[in-house]
């Protein structure tokens, strides 16, 4: 990706919990545009996303620490 795009991607403010606890992410894609929101907070707001494929897998990322996830849900937009 480009590196405005990688910019983008790059959260603007820690909402983490703390080391132990489960955060909760709440990632909307439309079209190109993509917001997450972490524990209740916006950390990232609607960086386009170029090439995107309409559709095709999710892929879930870890930078290197152990990591687990649960309750994943994936619905349509209206």
């Known amino acids: 990706m480009p590196q405005e795009v990688r910019r983008a ?3 603007i403010r820690r909402a983490d919990r703390p080391l132990g606890e489960w ?5 909307t894609l439309r079209g190109d545009r993509m ?14 996303l170029p090439d995107l494929p309409a559709t095709g897998a999710i892929g879930l990322q870890h930078h290197g ?10 619905k349509p937009l209206p």
């Open 35 to 48: 917001t997450v929101v972490l524990n209740g907070e916006k950390v990232i707001d609607t960086p386009s």
């Open 23 to 27: 955060n909760a992410f709440e990632i």
């Open 9 to 11: 991607c790059i959260p």
């Open 65 to 74: 620490d152990p990591v687990q996830f649960r309750n994943l849900f994936i």
